[in-house]
């Protein structure tokens, strides 16, 4: 486990065997002991090999170790069925049940064994690891069964197959694996189970053919959530899944009502699954999942449905910003608490989103394993636990309690939070990190059941839709093939997506989400559109109608006027006639009304008389009567049982006696006579007899209540007066003491005397009364009588009446009809005459509409798919998927228009307008963004590098008073939180690859309702979320990968400008600066034309509207018509504005194109740079930086009133401003590239270039064997073959034959040192054009390419483009202001903090006012203080290595951003320095003044530049040196030679071992050196500059001897007395020297006159060496430029695994044995006079460890390849290394140094083994292969050390002679010394005649050594002769490491080699001998 560091220790296993070696560990702080003592280590581990590394013996050798072996099957068995046998007895099954326990345990058995051999865990299916965790997750779910839910045998084993498609299936990954589980179940069930599968399963075949297919499977569920009103929760077989799809909705329904975080889910059959899969790992104890899957699959809503199901609480991190490893530890805690203190179960869902640290993982791995994380709670949190565990303790039964000490209490949260927390896991599988997370993290499978998420199948994405659709008003047909439509867009979106990154390294994930985003899209906008348009179309029918009605109403209105006149005049004459009747019949009327008034006056007197009487009666009773109705109330009150009370007294009360006696008398009861009870004798009367019997009478109360008191004798009244009334205790509330119902009867008889008492009062009035009433009664009958009378008369008049009104109405109804049909007349002329001309253009509108609704269908369909999938990808993508996609509309007969554009379909032109003044580009591409925003149901992410959508959005939503945010701001969240309350726009800018996870519920919307309003939860607040609030968001990533999880949450799109756009923009920025009245009149009449239409569009729909909302009849709609007249009037007078305005338009238009050509021009050549970034990170150009410089160019380029001239002048001037603002911030290597691309970029757009050419140019073509031999011997294959598929293009047809036919025309071509000037044979040079033979020489002479292009570039643009121009501080600081950056990028050897501290000082910025700072740790604080101090003073600060504050560089991006000149000093000025990092900040590169201050390319810039920098361009040093003519020359010749060993640099290793970064500093002091020594001394010390300079100032960066010498012979070259000689030339072709005296301004133009290209042999080199550094200048070039092109995408071939697997499998069968060492040294025993047996026996054991090193990992690779190990991040590095045919670095830990690619390694290696095993087999050899050692220093100590033995001479005063020999077989070994062969002479050659080293054939790189003797012999005997002492090295690379030896690594011996030339030459020429070649 613990990962081994760079020198294979495991840090943590050495830190334990410290301990164990030692007893002690050292505390860190103080570096004093710990000794820990009584402590035993119990470790564990589990078998070396695959990801588990082999641990150290010095560790093992403390431990006594044991091997637990896997449990074999017997015990297994024995296990597993004591526990099913045990569930079956307690759950009460029957015995019939027994044999299942048998078969269910051997089947699973089974299973897992075929598993376990089947099912390999191969680096795609890393999860593939099985363990006895697996077979106890079958059996565990198979004791879930119950005797009441488990009818029979075939039940329980329905269920068992179920457990292990669980446990197995849900893990797998492909088809295949499926298939094979599938069919081993089913055999499984077959011979173990004793069942016939298809029986079994018969109900859940779908097709019912009787065969159960591995799809039937997916219908096969158990759950316990499928009967909801059980609360028993039994866990049953599913039998109706549409039922449980419903439970689940229902269940889905109540989260939703009850989350603050409300999931949108669709459950279709496949998330039904997936929640029943994760319900039945809740139910199971301690158990956990692993759900893997993209984002956007659904895992993480389905956890939190199946934890709502099961009642369990779900806890999740919050990821905020700062989140890390204390912040979640805290979280953790948190979390086990609540899991272990509360009765509810947890589950914690964590996502891979949250892997902050992978430390996190590390606490999840232990928590899944151990249900803790070790010293996760501190000692005083540790009591807190404790105590709240003894409360939970205390309640359980005392024999299950604890002891109560800490620790068992602690072990108690321990297994709680064990039993209580499910940990559900959610990853995604893209990328390595998961397989790396698995291998780090075992528990992650072992203690997980996995469920992998496949991407959603055919029947899902069906489902969904065909769930969705199914209420879309369509016919069928059209329905069905939406559907194939919605599955067509995702698969093909898919391979879309693909292509995308093949060839523009562009991510795009397609997700579930996005398909439910393409399907609620469409059928949101289906019904929107369809709404509207069918709108539009009524209205227009409407309008259409009432226009018909009108034109059809005109005539018969005409017919009815005329009928309608003489009917008026008769009416007129009858109205006059009855007129005179009613007068006359008036006056008898009245004198009848007279006769009867006077009667009623006498009646009515009469009758108030009676009322007069009657009222007085009625007062007298109103005393009375509320008396009596208080008495039946008391009556009321009393119920049977309170008289029977009275009934039953014995004795009653004196009180109750005398109400009774009271009754009695009233109701006239006689008194009982009864004796005397006082004893007189006498009987007395007795009432209480006669009340008992009332009181008996069940109807007492009754007769009470209905008693006649109008009648009551006067007698009676008399006494009950006499004796009761006044008796005082005759009351009420007296006799209420004795009795309830004695008080309401005591009541009753007081009210009838009080009635009776009035009534005697009232009854001679009444009489009276009934005496005046009969007397009225007679009057008013006579009075009846004469109304009758006048009744009858009024009734004649008004029917007289009647009939004049009607008469006149009919005059007045005859009259409005006349005058309504006379202005209806008028109306229906005005609107026909009006509306008429619309009436053809509506007709015409609605039939559009109509087939337009028609189409709404498929065009809706497309639309969504572009809203829902093509956002994130480039024009030409979205195009051509949009044209695929209408074509397959077509084919599916779904109606669609023939050709699709998003902004006829969904664009709205008045909103389009708007957008475009907004600054949205005006191309299709950009207005189709704009419309996908507006119709997305997510918040847009846009990538936009040029910051154009920035700009829009900015300027769009500034009236709404948008908020821009970063996500970097402190108070971020706090604005965000304000503006999605008060509903005002936020833009969210800037943002990286990661969005804050704050912002998920915002993004994924997630509102609910809380008190009323709509609310949603950000971080930790809740707010209200107002509908007015909308969301962007912008990132300047070019290249952004937003993983799915990111992407699934927004709309993701690519605002990345296009040509069109571009070009549309720059034009009006032309012509705005050219003819600013032009551009004014264009953009009014813009504005004008857009509220003409805008206008026009409102007054059609208000006219519509009106016509279609006036009801009946639109002609007697007076208000209408007026209404559409006048906006009839005012919409023609604005038709002819527009019309003026169009015309207007056109004509401004057509001048303004005028200006197209330089829009075009200027558009490609940002293009150019756009794609500079893929080269370096630096290059990064801003679109404002772009169009400031555009600007700059139109100001400041000459004028001319000729167009065609101005434009020209245009395009030069700008193309070279571009041009050198460019070169001055790239570097060297990349100058002549940029020339060579804006050159092609200018040519292509012309047609002058053909991209296939290009394409050629680059790549060489795509080769497959060629079936053409080649002709001649001196062409590289390579060249043939590309010649080869050169004649398959277009001009080049037939150059293969030709160059046959006239081959050694061809020859001189390839042979010339100038081949790119010579003209071509066979008429090829007429018929090719310049670039075209660019592509000839690409073939023939590919290192020759860069002087072609140098040439091609220059014909075609101009000398000026290939001479960038020099570094120019001060111009770069005239560009830059106070608010931009000024950025130096680095290179090696270029520090420009000298020039930059003199420029300061000439700028007067010296001294305190430059503050400088090198970033690194801890610095960045110091800067800010420094940035805002300078901001403020006007001081300059200088930021150095940048590179180096990673971490700071988002806090500089800020800094940047918020300086702007109206908060900063003007003076103020940012300096950084940074090497090229991909963490510079985009924002700031893109705004920034960039430049590069590398060593220019090429001597005679490199020259020019050492003159023009300080000190030697001050006028006062360079001639004020005392012997003036000598240090001129000197100081040429230093300079010279500065410039070489710069420039000897590009020719690798044989320029210079290790490349120095030789830079302007030792120049410097050099030059200051030279002008001392000379001023100092008489005679010039050559001695003394020459060991300065070359041993000090140059060579005290030279680490490498032979570097040394190199330089030093360079120097001696300049630093020579001959330089001052006037005729002394630097090399042999006379063009280099030190000029002739003369002024500063004659070196430099003499410099400036030199060539562009450099012969070699200015460097001492032969002319092969330009061969490699051009051959290298050239790849580098093209590698460079196809960095910047799209890719081709290629498919086909082996993949991956299979090649490296056949590689592997053909080396392991070449690899002989390992050396037998034993059998070696018995065979060659160390002997005193033969050191070569040691050596032998050495070599073999050195190579032996090699062939180990292959062997195993070649064997493993197979094994992890076929899944038998888990691949491990070596056998990563081998798989990856075979696959790109490099030698594994794991081979090279072992191995001696070679550079060769793989295939000639490996035939290298087997050669070195069979030399040894010759040697071993047949003695030594004659010759010994020098390269064939290993370790070839012991092998030439060893020839030293035999002679040295033999001749008694000691050792150390030995040293080899070398006697070069002939070719040829040798039978004896040499008396002395060794002869060796195997040297290659770089460099040169050895001419075998003359038997000395002479210069190279041309083009021949590598010459072979003949067999070389190696003489020991004593230094002082060997022979001086003429020689080259020439290293020897391994490799060619020539550069090791620094050994104790002093030498290199890589370096053997030096050799001395015979020469005739003076050893200075070949030291320059870099010669060395090698021991092996690179191929």
Not at 1166 to 1181: H, K, R
């Amino acid at each position: 486990m613990p990962v081994r560091e760079t020198y294979g220790a495991q840090p943590p296993i050495e830190l334990l065997r410290q301990w164990l070696d030692h007893w002690l560990w050292y505390d860190r702080k103080d570096c004093s002991t710990m000794k820990l003592v009584d402590v035993q280590i119990v470790a564990a581990m589990g078998p070396p090999g695959g990801g588990r590394n082999v641990v150290t013996p010095r560790f093992l050798r403390h431990f006594n170790a044991i091997t637990i072996n896997d449990f074999d099957d017997d015990s297994m068995s024995t296990i597993f069925k004591s526990i099913m046998s045990w569930h079956l007895d307690t759950r009460g099954f029957s015995k019939e049940f027994q044999p299942c326990v048998e078969q269910l345990v051997t089947g699973t058995l089974e299973v897992y064994k075929q598993s376990m051999t089947s099912l390999l865990p191969t680096p795609a299916k890393s999860h593939y690891l099985f363990n006895l965790r697996d077979f106890a997750r079958v059996i565990q779910g198979v004791l879930l069964s119950d005797p009441e839910t488990i009818a029979d045998m075939n039940a329980m084993k329905r269920l068992w197959v179920h457990e292990v498609f669980r446990v197995f299936y849900d893990r797998l990954v492909d088809d295949h694996d499926r298939d094979w589980l599938f069919k081993c179940v089913r055999s499984v069930t077959k011979d173990n189970l004793n069942a016939e599968f298809d029986g079994l399963f018969s109900a859940i075949d779908s097709d019912s053919d009787g065969i159960v297919q591995e799809n039937d499977m997916r219908a096969l569920l158990y759950c316990d959530f499928s009967d909801p009103k059980n609360d028993r929760k039994d866990y049953l077989e599913v039998t109706d899944l549409d039922k449980l799809r419903v439970v689940v909705e229902g269940n889905l329904d109540e989260f939703n009502n009850m989350s603050k975080k409300p999931m949108n889910l669709v459950m279709f059959r496949f998330a039904v699954e997936h929640v029943s899969r994760i319900s039945r790992i809740l139910k199971q104890p301690r158990s956990h999942a692993l759900l893997v899957g993209v984002g956007g699959s659904g895992r993480q809503s389905l956890t939190r449905l199946a934890a709502h199901m099961a009642d369990a609480e779900l806890c999740q991190v919050e990821i905020g910003k700062g989140y890390l490893l204390p912040d979640w530890r805290e979280d953790l805690k948190k979390i086990l608490r609540k899991a272990a203190f509360g009765d509810q179960h947890a589950v914690f869902l964590f996502t891979d989103t949250q892997i902050k640290e992978e430390a996190f993982l590390e606490d999840v791995n232990n928590l899944l394993n151990a249900g803790e994380v070790p010293n996760l709670f501190a000692l005083d949190e540790k009591q807190e636990i404790c105590e709240k565990m003894r409360g939970i303790d205390k309640q359980k039964e005392k024999s299950k309690q604890t002891d109560g000490t800490p620790i068992a209490l602690f072990n108690m949260f321990v297994q709680r939070v064990r039993d209580q927390l499910h940990i559900v896991l959610a990853m995604s599988s893209i990328g390595d990190a998961f397989r790396n997370r698995l291998r780090k993290f075992p528990s992650l499978v072992n203690c997980c059941t996995i469920d992998w998420f496949q991407p959603w199948p055919q029947d899902a994405l069906a489902a969904v839709a065909s769930r969705f659709l199914e209420d879309v008003e369509m016919s069928e047909e059209t329905r069905t093939g939406c559907i194939t439509m919605c599955k067509n867009f995702h698969t093909s979106a898919q391979t879309l997506s693909n292509r995308f990154h093949l060839e523009l390294e562009r991510h795009n994930y397609v997700t579930p989400t996005s398909y439910l985003e393409l399907i609620n899209t469409f059928k949101t906008l289906l019904g929107k559109k369809r709404s509207e348009v069918m709108k539009a179309k009524r209205r227009y029918e409407i309008g259409l109608e009432k226009l018909e009605s009108a034109a059809s109403q005109v005539s018969s209105m005409q017919e009815e006027l005329t009928a309608l006149q003489p009917q008026l005049v008769v009416a007129s004459k009858e109205v006059a006639q009855i007129m005179v009747k009613v007068e006359k019949d008036s006056i008898e009327v009245a004198k009848v009304e007279k006769v009867v008034k006077a009667d009623e006056a006498v009646a009515n007197e009469q009758a108030s008389a009676a009322k007069a009487i009657k009222d007085e009666c009625d007062a007298d009773l109103a005393e009375a009567i509320p008396i009596l109705n208080s008495a039946l109330s008391a009556l009321n009150t009393l119920t049977q049982n309170d008289i029977t009370m009275v009934k039953s007294m014995k004795s009653p009360p004196a009180g109750v006696k005398l109400v009774m006696e009271a009754i009695c008398i009233l109701k006239g009861s006689k008194p009982d006579r009864i004796p005397d009870p006082s004893g007189s004798g006498k009987k007395i009367e007795d009432y209480w007899g006669p009340s008992k019997r009332l009181l008996g009478d069940m109807k007492f109360l009754d007769s009470l209540s209905t008693f006649d008191k109008d009648n009551i004798p006067v007698a009676v009244v008399k006494i009950i007066r006499t004796k009761y009334c006044t008796n005082p205790d005759f009351d009420p509330e007296k006799v209420k003491t004795a009795s309830n119902a004695a008080e309401g009867l005591c009541r009753w008889v007081l009210a009838m005397e009080a009635y009776d008492r009035v009534a005697k009062v009232v009854a001679p009035k009444k009489e009276a009364l009934a005496g005046a009433e009969t007397e009225l009664a007679t009057a008013m009958e006579a009075l009846e009588k004469k109304r009758a009378t006048l009744r009858e008369v009024q009734a004649k008049l008004k029917l007289l009446e009647d009939t004049l009104e009607a008469n006149k109405r009919k005059k007045a109804d005859l009259e409005n009809q006349v005058d309504l049909c006379s202005k209806k007349l008028d109306r229906a002329e005005k609107l026909i005459g009006g509306l008429g001309g619309e009436k053809d253009r509506w007709g015409q509108s609605a039939k559009e509409l109509a087939t337009r609704y028609l189409n709404l269908t498929g065009d809706i369909l497309i639309s969504s798919g572009v809203v829902a999938y093509l956002g994130a990808f480039t024009s030409a993508y979205r195009q051509d998927q949009i044209i695929e996609w209408v074509k397959t509309c077509k084919k599916l007969t779904i109606p669609c228009n023939d050709e699709f554009f998003l902004r006829e379909t969904l664009g709205d032109q008045v909103a389009i307008r708007t957008w475009n003044i907004a600054g949205l580009p005006t191309d299709n591409f950009s207005v189709d963004n704009g419309i996908i925003i507006s119709n997305a149901r997510r918040w847009p992410l846009m990538i936009d590098p040029q910051g154009q959508a920035n700009k829009w959005v900015k300027n769009m939503e500034k009236a709404n008073n948008l908020h821009v945010v970063k996500q970097s701001d402190g108070d971020f969240i706090r604005t965000l939180e304000n503006c999605i309350q008060f509903g005002t726009p936020v833009l969210l800018e800037n943002v990286g690859e990661d969005i804050d996870p704050v912002l998920e519920p915002l993004l994924l919307k997630q509102t609910f309702k809380q008190g009323g309003s709509i609310c949603i939860k950000l971080g930790d607040s809740t707010i209200e979320y107002s509908s007015d609030f909308r969301f962007y968001i912008t990132t300047k990533l070019r290249n952004p990968h937003y993983l799915p999880e990111t992407a699934v949450k927004v709309t993701l799109l690519n605002f990345m400008i296009t040509p069109e756009g571009l070009e549309d923009q720059l034009l009006g920025i032309v012509v705005t600066r050219e003819r600013p009245e032009l551009e004014e009149e264009k953009s009014a009449l813009i504005l004008q034309s857009a509220d003409n239409k805008r206008q026009l569009k409102e007054i059609e729909d208000k006219i519509l509207e009106v016509l279609s909302s006036s009801e009946g009849n639109i002609l007697e709609d007076e208000t209408a018509i007026k209404v559409l007249s006048s906006s009839k009037v005012l919409a023609n007078e604005i038709s002819e504005k527009q019309a003026i305005a169009e015309e207007t338009e056109k004509m401004i238009d057509d001048t303004r194109m005028g200006y197209k050509p330089i829009a075009v021009h200027s558009s490609i050549l940002f293009f150019s740079i756009a794609d500079l970034a893929n080269i370096e990170p630096m290059y990064q150009y801003s679109l404002p930086w772009f169009i400031s410089l555009f600007m700059g160019s139109i100001d400041n380029s000459e004028r001319s009133e000729n167009l065609v001239t101005r434009l020209q002048i245009l395009r030069e001037h700008f193309t070279y401003s571009l041009y050198c603002n460019i070169c001055r911030s790239l570097f060297e290597k990349d100058k002549l590239l940029f020339s060579l691309l804006l050159c092609i970029n200018l040519l292509t757009a012309t047609g002058e270039v053909d991209p296939q050419h290009w394409r050629f140019l680059l790549t060489g073509g795509i080769g497959l064997d060629n079936p053409h031999a080649n002709p001649a011997v001196w062409l590289p294959v390579k060249a043939w073959d590309e010649l080869c598929r050169l004649d398959e293009l277009k001009p080049f047809t037939g150059i293969r034959k030709d160059f046959i036919s006239l081959r050694d025309a061809w020859k001189s071509i390839y042979d010339s040192t100038e081949p790119h000037v010579e003209v071509l044979p066979g008429g090829w040079d007429e018929k090719l054009d310049e670039f075209q033979k660019l592509l000839v020489l690409r073939c023939l002479r590919p290192d020759k390419i860069v002087p072609g292009v140098q040439d091609f570039v220059t014909g075609k643009m101009g000398h000026i483009f290939i001479e960038p121009p020099p570094f120019d501080l001060p111009k770069t600081f005239q560009d830059s202001q106070c608010s931009t950056p000024i950025i130096f990028v680095l290179s090696p050897g270029a520090d420009p903090t000298v020039a930059l501290l003199k420029f300061a000082d000439d700028m007067g910025f010296g001294g305190s006012k430059l503050n400088s700072l090198s970033l690194g740790q801890g610095q960045g604080p110091i800067a800010i203080k420094l940035i805002e101090q300078g901001a403020k003073d006007g001081t300059w600060v200088v930021l150095q290595n940048c590179h180096l504050a990673v971490s700071w560089m988002p806090t500089l991006e800020k800094i940047c951003e918020e300086l702007n000149p109206e908060n900063t000093h003007p003076d103020f000025r940012l300096w950084l320095t940074s090497y090229p990092s991909d963490n510079f900040p985009v924002s700031v590169l893109q705004n920034g003044v960039k430049m590069t201050n590398e060593p220019p390319k090429g001597l005679r810039a490199n020259i020019v530049r050492s003159y023009l920098s300080d000190p030697i361009c001050d006028p006062e040093f360079f001639e004020g040196a005392k012997k003036s003519k000598e240090f001129k020359k000197l100081l040429y010749g230093l300079c010279f030679f500065h410039a070489l060993v710069q420039e000897r640099r590009k020719f690798g290793p044989i320029g210079w071992n290790i490349p120095y970064e030789f830079n302007e500093t030792d120049l410097r002091i050099s030059v200051q050196q030279l002008s001392m020594f000379l001023n100092e001394y008489e005679e010039i010390p050559f001695e003394a500059v020459t060991y300065l300079t070359g041993e000090c100032n140059y060579g005290g960066r030279v680490t490498d001897g032979w570097d040394r010498r190199t330089l030093i012979t360079q120097l001696e070259r300049f630093y020579c007395p001959a330089i001052l000689d006037e005729m002394y030339r630097f090399d042999s072709t006379h063009v280099y020297y030190a000029p002739p005296d003369g002024d500063y301004d004659s070196y430099l133009a003499y410099t400036r006159g030199l060539p562009l290209v450099i012969p070699p042999s200015v460097f001492g080199m032969h002319s092969n060496a330009d061969i490699t550094k051009d051959q290298a200048e050239t790849n580098q070039l093209f590698d460079s430029i196809l960095l910047t092109q799209a890719r081709a995408s290629s498919s086909g071939g082996k993949s991956g695994d299979e090649v490296v697997s056949d590689v592997a499998a053909d080396i392991l069968s070449k690899l002989p044995p390992n050396f037998d060492t034993d059998a070696v040294l018995r065979k060659y025993p160390t002997d005193y006079s033969q050191s070569m047996n040691t050596v032998l026996v050495q070599e073999m054991g050195r190579f032996n460890k090699l062939l180990s090193s292959v062997r195993s990992s070649l064997i493993n690779i197979q094994k992890a390849i076929r899944g038998l190990v888990v691949m491990s991040s070596d056998l990563e590095e081998v798989f990856v290394s075979i696959l790109k045919g490099k030698i594994p670095g794991l081979w090279m830990q072992h191995s001696y140094p070679s550079l060769k690619p793989l295939g000639s390694y490996v035939n290298d290696f087997l050669a070195r083994l069979k030399f040894l095993q010759d040697w071993y087999e047949s003695g030594p050899p004659n010759v010994f292969w020098l390269s064939g050692f290993y370790f070839t220093q012991a092998f030439l100590t060893g020839a030293q050390q035999n002679y040295a033995r033999k001749y008694a001479i000691p050792i150390d005063l030995l040293e080899y002679d070398y006697e070069m020999l002939e070719d040829r077989d040798y039978g004896f070994p040499p008396e002395d010394g060794v002869y060796v062969r195997g040297l290659f002479l770089d460099g040169a050659r050895w001419d075998r005649k003359a038997g000395v080293l002479a210069e190279s054939l041309p083009k021949v790189l590598y010459d072979t050594m003949p067999v070389i003797w190696l003489k020991p012999l004593k230094r002082s005997d060997i022979p001086e002769r003429p020689c080259y002492v020439t290293p020897v090295y391994k490799t060619s690379e020539r550069r090791g490491t620094l050994s104790t030896t002093g030498h290199s690594t890589n370096f053997v011996l030096s050799m001395k080699v015979p020469s005739d030339k003076p050893p200075e030459h070949w030291v320059c020429r870099g010669v060395a001998l090698l021991c092996q070649l690179d191929n």
